[in-house]
């Protein structure tokens, strides 16, 4: 497991390389990744208390498409306009309205979106709400848009409830991207980064099935300040072949009460169709008790 986790310590834009899917895809064989029962899974599910909500907050983002998410939502693209994309509304969802805002850094150019004039923009943008909380559920409808395996068109976009934002940390938040890796639904659970070149993975899951276009709900929960849970359809997930039921968070961040979304479309081409493409229909942010 040392090895595994070790494994992943590098920065995200490498998926799209062609060195970083054979890496991850090794671990993945090596490893495997499912919903096995453990005896830490069949301690969480006992000990589960029934969760009270004394912060709720709902968005099913069905207004007037607009270039931001307006309400009480702050963009991370004002935080930290040197590392995010700002995130809009388009027929109903989120999406990334302007991904021509900040240009990445790579040190390998990703596969998809060669260089505009050397440079390559990511597409990639978080938005977050102080919920005076530290233990919290983040539930989300990701729009299930995946076709990354024809192309291009490509209608790629990966979502993620957005945990324990702090702009202060180089990791800046906590969430789980489902992506796919040789037509396999997987999920990457660590930190955006900021700048989201950065990302980096600490644990690996995988979905048992998923049709392109078919929308999920994805569930963060912290029953305990840092202690993260996911749940995808109501159903658990584990990490790591099924010997992690929870993974830990940064315990320098867990103190946040900042939560929210993330939404990366750098997979989508071509770019022009971006600010149309879907990530997130429906977000409930909840405290726990």
């Not at 109501?234 to 072949?241: H, K, R, V």
């Amino acid at each position: 497991m040392k090895f595994c986790l070790e494994f992943f310590q590098c920065t995200r834009r490498g998926v799209e390389t062609t060195q970083r899917p054979l890496s991850i895809m090794l671990c993945l064989v090596i490893f495997g990744v499912g919903y096995t029962q453990t005896a830490n899974e069949v301690h969480a599910r006992e000990s589960n208390p029934i969760l009270k909500a004394d912060f709720i907050f709902t968005d099913d983002f069905e207004r007037d498409n607009a270039g931001d998410l307006g309400g009480d939502w702050l963009d991370c693209a004002n935080v930290m306009p040197d590392s995010f994309d700002p995130l809009g509304v388009y027929d109903g969802g989120v999406v990334i309205s302007d991904p021509y805002t900040r240009p990445g850094n790579y040190a390998e150019p990703p596969l998809v979106h060669p260089g505009e004039d050397g440079e390559i923009y990511p597409g990639i943008g978080c938005a977050y709400i102080d919920t005076g909380a530290t233990t919290v559920s983040v539930k989300m409808v990701w729009s299930g848009n995946y076709g990354a395996e024809k192309g291009p068109p490509l209608f790629h976009v990966e979502s993620t409830p957005l945990l324990y934002v702090t702009p202060s940390n180089p990791r800046f938040g906590f969430g789980a991207w489902i992506s796919q890796l040789f037509g396999v639904p997987v999920v990457f659970v660590g930190y955006i980064a900021s700048p989201p070149e950065n990302f980096e993975v600490i644990a690996t899951a995988r979905l048992p099935e998923h049709k392109t276009g078919t929308p999920r709900e994805i569930e963060l929960r912290a029953e305990k300040p840092g202690r993260v849970t996911m749940w995808v359809d109501g159903q658990q997930l584990l990490f790591n072949s099924g010997e992690l039921a929870w993974v830990d968070v940064d315990p320098t961040m867990i103190h946040s009460t900042l939560h929210g979304i993330a939404v990366d479309a750098h997979f989508v081409a071509p770019q022009s169709n971006i600010p149309t493409i879907k990530g997130i229909e429906t977000v409930t942010i909840r405290s726990l008790d």
